[in-house]
């Protein structure tokens, strides 16, 4: 017996020892990453200043007189993102109330699977039906010369947040316990009361959650929201062709050098930056939130 307890607890050390150099490793990629993302690109902050930086409203990277403005970035990125959380959330957290408290066993496996299947489809090929269906659409509907713009950049977005959220919130949904359910039915609410003021209202750290993975899958996305936004440096306009953040690094790392090249990673750092906020800001929104219950 005496054996076999050492052997449990020397494997139960190892499995400690194993659990907790995976987390160490975890910290240490942050680290390195954003060690990385602030000696990149602070050089370039350094030359062409931070105000002009942030706040300048023409980007020409290739011009004889190069200008490196990055705010239309940041607004179209901030514009692009709000628009698809407040489009994509409401409609991913009733599809999560659905598939959890309301649907038919057969329905609910159906679109179970259709949000999982969503879920693993690739970032182009997003684009590339938005480009084929979605950018034809809009310049039709809207009488535009391209449609190619914020607008179609949005409900692209929109739809591929759609998974995270409603995987999330079905999760968190479901983890309410029962009793709080059956009190409120007891009561005397109806089902379509008791979901929406009793369980959703205690599943909302996990709804939270979820709307922050939506919030870093939208902003950081390029590759479709390239496709059918225009990729133009322009100010925002929701019919106007524009860049996002991670466009504009994606578009011209593979042929930049020199400034050009260290202002990229300059976007990328303020792009780093810009998710790490918001990311603290929702945790603080939650944590007070807790207390106050």
Not at 123 to 148: K, N, Q, T
Not at 256 to 280: C, D, E, K, P
Request: charged share 10%.
């Amino acid at each position: 017996m005496n054996k076999i307890k050492k052997t449990a607890r020397l494997i139960e050390k190892a499995m400690y020892l194993l659990f907790l150099m995976c987390g160490m490793l975890t910290i240490l990629f942050v680290i390195l990453i954003t060690v990385f993302l602030v000696t990149s690109g602070i050089p370039a902050i350094q030359k062409i200043g931070l105000f002009n930086f942030l706040f300048g409203k023409t980007w020409a990277s290739t011009a004889v007189l190069p200008s490196y403005g990055i705010l239309p970035f940041i607004l179209t990125s901030t514009y692009g993102t709000c628009g698809a959380i407040l489009v994509g959330v409401p409609i991913g957290l009733l599809c999560a109330i659905f598939l959890a408290k309301m649907s038919p066993q057969g329905i609910g496996s159906i679109v179970r699977n259709v949000v999982d299947l969503l879920a693993g489809i690739p970032s182009v090929v997003y684009g590339l039906v938005g480009m084929i269906l979605i950018v034809p659409y809009v310049r039709e509907f809207f009488h535009l010369p391209d449609g190619a713009n914020l607008f179609s950049a949005i409900l692209v977005l929109t739809i591929m947040i759609l998974p995270s959220v409603i995987s999330v919130s079905e999760t968190a949904i479901k983890a309410v316990p029962k009793e709080y359910e059956e009190a409120s039915l007891a009561l005397g609410a109806t089902k379509t009361e008791t979901v929406f003021k009793v369980v959703v209202p205690a599943a909302k750290s996990g709804i939270i959650t979820a709307v922050v993975l939506g919030i870093g899958r939208a902003i950081g996305e390029a590759m479709a929201v390239m496709m059918v936004a225009g990729n133009v440096a322009n100010m925002p306009k929701l019919f106007g062709s524009v860049r996002f953040l991670t466009t504009a690094v994606a578009s011209e790392m593979s042929y930049s050098s020199g400034l050009q090249r260290q202002a990229l990673f300059s976007i990328a750092l303020v792009l780093f930056l810009f998710i790490m906020t918001i990311n603290l800001v929702l945790n603080l929104i939650v944590k007070r939130g807790e207390h106050s219950d």
